[in-house]
């Protein structure tokens, strides 16, 4: 099964620019921006989550050179892009970084297997990602790759971050009601998720 990012999507972050706004509702979805203050200099990231939901949280970065030519492109007065091609969603690099970090979860901690009974997917924990993260600690993190760590800060809330944490998601979930990490996973998967066609 092929997966990506519902690319549609993208379309709302052009509000923080031509809208100059700093938090955005479309939908069930809320989208809030954010610059953090490093020794490198400011970084500006964003966040994506569903307002009736807990099950995740998506927080990512772009690069300040991105963030610079947008709010260039926005004319003073109209507050509309100048060339449309230059947006939030149009940008290939901002789309394609969201896109693989994505997937690079999905493909390391899950595994889709057909069951022809109930003709349908069935998604289930990756037999790598149980051996990695075996006996992992809260607050401890653990390398699932070359660029992908997991973080438990309790046993019902998980954080899942590349290397230089501009892209992480924050993942809970019931353990009371039986719930576990594929919960969430699943809730993502339906919400912003979408199939590219069957490999």
């Known amino acids: 099964m092929a997966l990506k990012l519902d690319r549609n999507i993208m379309q709302w972050f052009d509000s923080f620019f031509e809208d100059e706004k700093s938090s955005v509702q479309k939908n069930n979805f809320l989208c809030k921006s954010y610059v953090r203050k490093t020794p490198e200099g ?16 998506m927080y990512f970065e772009i690069p300040q050179e991105t963030v610079i030519r947008l ?20 940008d290939n690099m901002i789309y394609d970084f969201i896109n693989s970090n994505l997937l690079n979860i999905f493909n390391n901690v899950a595994v889709y297997t057909y069951d022809k009974n109930i ?3 069935i998604m289930n924990f990756s037999r790598l990602f149980v051996e990695r993260c075996r006996y992992l600690s809260i607050g401890e993190d653990r390398k699932i790759t070359e660029n992908l760590y997991i973080n438990a800060e ?31 996973l699943i809730d993502l998967r339906k919400s912003i998720i979408i199939n590219d066609g069957i490999k």
């Open 71 to 90: 709010k260039k492109n926005v004319h003073p007065i109209f507050r509309e892009y100048i060339y449309e091609k230059r947006s939030f969603y149009n």
């Open 42 to 57: 400011d970084k500006t990231g964003f966040t994506l989550e569903k307002e009736n939901s807990d099950y995740w949280k």
């Open 119 to 121: 003709n349908a997917y």
């Open 154 to 184: 309790t046993q019902e809330n998980f954080r899942i971050f590349n290397r230089d944490r501009s892209f992480v998601i924050m993942f809970s979930f019931d353990a009371s009601e039986g719930e576990n990490l594929l919960d969430s």
